[in-house]
């Protein structure tokens, strides 16, 4: 039974104006992929690290990890068009149903080692973790242009990464939800939320530093914290 983290690297960058896919933009002269392998790299509850990317940059990613002194990077994974192609590759790569999975989104550099713990020690008493922060602005439901509901703020999350699961459960989760014709999933949680409903998804505090590269004046933010923590 291990604690394996599988970082998803497969973005397009689009929506930053860039042809270079956001993982490999620098910030403090490493890449965003890089920052992010040294927060799993570096946190004792990780015992193996997996990186799944594009088929287009899979030598790019093996060159990456060749020139760093990584020792827990353990494979690079074939990912695809939709998010779900990427777990799916990690669930045909590692098939221990005991082994805990740690999904994290490879552009989110800032992940702290206290995170990494808290959500691996939740793993030990529970079959799925979801991460997440208070909502802070008011969330409202559209509907055809217009406004048709207002949830209570206090019942509201922002969902962020790393999403914890024994492989075994969300391996189930999947073979249900790929039973589904109009099977559609923005993350992994969601997915067990709905296929697999009888599992309790445990809910462990995010960080409000914990951001999801996806607009240019992201990494300024990225690089304000990184060099406060030296």
Same mark, same amino acid.
């Given at each position: =039974?291990?604690?394996?983290?599988?970082?998803?690297? &497969?973005?397009?960058?689009?929506? =930053?104006? $860039?042809?270079?896919?956001?993982?490999?933009?620098? #910030?403090?002269?490493?890449?965003?992929?890089?920052?992010?392998?040294?927060?799993?790299?570096? /946190? !004792?509850?990780?015992?193996?690290?997996?990186?799944?990317?594009?088929?287009?940059?899979?030598?790019?990613?093996?060159?990456?990890?060749?020139? $760093?002194?990584?020792?827990? +990077?353990?494979? #690079?994974?074939? &990912?695809?068009?939709?998010?779900?192609?990427?777990?799916?590759?990690?669930?045909?790569?590692?098939?221990?149903? *005991? *082994?805990?999975?740690?999904?994290?989104?490879? +552009?989110? @550099?800032?992940?702290?080692?206290?995170?990494?713990?808290?959500?691996?020690?939740?793993?030990?008493?529970?079959? /799925?973790?979801?991460?997440?922060?208070? /909502?802070? *602005?008011?969330?409202?439901? +559209?509907?055809?242009?217009?406004? #048709?509901?207002?949830?209570?703020?206090?019942?509201?999350?922002?969902?962020?990464? !790393?999403?914890?699961?024994?492989?075994?459960?969300?391996?189930? /989760?999947?073979?249900?939800?790929?039973?589904? @014709? *109009?099977? #559609?999933?923005?993350? %992994?949680?969601?997915?067990?939320?709905?296929?697999?409903? %009888?599992?309790?998804?445990?809910? +462990?505090?995010? %960080?409000?530093?914990?951001?999801?590269?996806?607009?240019?004046?992201?990494?300024?933010?990225?690089?304000?914290?990184? %060099?406060?923590?030296?």
């Amino acid at each position: =039974m291990k604690n394996i983290a599988i970082i998803l690297a &497969g973005g397009s960058g689009r929506r =930053m104006g $860039n042809a270079l896919p956001k993982q490999f933009l620098k #910030v403090n002269e490493r890449m965003v992929i890089e920052h992010t392998i040294d927060a799993f790299e570096h /946190a !004792p509850s990780i015992d193996e690290i997996a990186v799944v990317t594009h088929p287009d940059y899979v030598e790019e990613m093996k060159q990456i990890i060749a020139s $760093n002194p990584w020792k827990k +990077v353990a494979q #690079v994974l074939l &990912g695809g068009k939709e998010r779900t192609d990427s777990t799916l590759s990690a669930l045909r790569a590692y098939t221990n149903d *005991d *082994d805990r999975l740690l999904i994290h989104d490879g +552009v989110r @550099p800032l992940v702290s080692e206290q995170i990494i713990k808290n959500v691996c020690e939740t793993l030990e008493h529970h079959d /799925a973790v979801n991460l997440a922060i208070p /909502a802070v *602005d008011t969330i409202i439901e +559209v509907r055809d242009g217009a406004m #048709v509901a207002a949830p209570k703020r206090e019942y509201l999350r922002q969902v962020q990464t !790393p999403q914890g699961f024994k492989r075994g459960v969300l391996a189930r /989760a999947f073979a249900t939800a790929l039973k589904d @014709p *109009d099977f #559609v999933a923005t993350d %992994d949680c969601g997915v067990v939320f709905k296929y697999a409903p %009888d599992t309790t998804i445990k809910i +462990v505090d995010g %960080d409000t530093t914990n951001i999801k590269i996806t607009y240019k004046e992201d990494l300024e933010f990225v690089k304000k914290i990184l %060099d406060g923590r030296g």
